[in-house]
């Protein structure tokens, strides 16, 4: 399964490569309009994505390379993420309590 998620990180990495050069030197029409169009739905949808895992997200050490994943990679990411255990933040102050008590 990893291996598959890998790829689809490289081929999504591959895909905003051809994204930016288009965006840096257009292809010809309508490709270079249909290359925009889909670069503009795959940063709506990996927005809403992080929209909707945004408490799972801010639960992780470095959230803001995270959100920057989520937004490149999408769900290829957030299943890394589903599978890994989320550590509540108000952990550490309840662990101090119980050993003061």
Known sequence: MSILLGLGKVLTALFWGV???NLLDPFAQPFALLLHLA???LVLIHGLE???FSERVSGRTRPG???V???LFGIFHLQALLSAPVQ??????AELEVEHA
Do not use: N, T
């Not at 509540?88 to 102050?93: H, K, V």
């Open 19 to 21: 994204v930016l050069a």
């Open 39 to 41: 670069g503009a739905l």
């Open 50 to 52: 992080l929209w909707l």
């Open 65 to 67: 390379l995270e959100r």
């Open 69 to 71: 994943q989520i937004l």
């Open 88 to 93: 509540p933040l108000s952990a550490a102050p």
